[in-house]
């Protein structure tokens, strides 16, 4: 059964950085996209980054050039580095996973099978 972990949520001001860890475990044999979502109060959940085996990477408009989406494999560890956060970045955060597709690229769509528990993220002053 796939484990999804995540912690280092917090509160931080704008501006702050928080960075984000999801330990997994419990993969079988197989490609796996890897992404973080975020919901806030009120509003539906968005995929905020991805990436796959291969290290693609993908980033909603929103954080792109603040956040950094990776990976270390021999730690079992998804990661997200979260820079210059404004407060509309607050939000509970959540690593997912699903099956790599084979020929196509990961995005936010589709059937993400694996979900952690959430991290509480709150930017405010």
């Known amino acids: 059964e796939v484990q999804l972990v995540e912690s280092g949520g917090g509160l931080v001001q704008p501006g702050g950085s928080l960075r984000l860890s999801c330990v997994t475990s419990?993969?079988?044999?197989?490609?796996?996209?890897m992404g973080w979502f975020r919901q806030a109060p009120g509003d539906e959940r968005e995929g905020v980054a991805l990436t796959d085996a291969d290290d693609y990477v993908n980033y909603v408009d929103s954080v792109k050039g603040r956040f950094a989406i990776s990976k270390d494999n021999a730690k079992n560890t998804l990661y997200l580095e979260m820079n210059s956060l404004k407060p509309e970045d607050t939000a509970v955060y959540y690593c997912?996973?699903?099956?790599?597709?084979?020929?196509?690229?990961?995005?936010?769509?589709?059937?993400?099978?694996?979900w952690g528990q959430g991290t509480q993220v709150t930017v405010s002053s």
């Open positions: 419990g993969y079988s044999y197989g490609r796996y996209c």
């Open positions: 997912a996973a699903k099956n790599e597709v084979p020929g196509r690229a990961c995005d936010y769509g589709g059937s993400w099978y694996f």
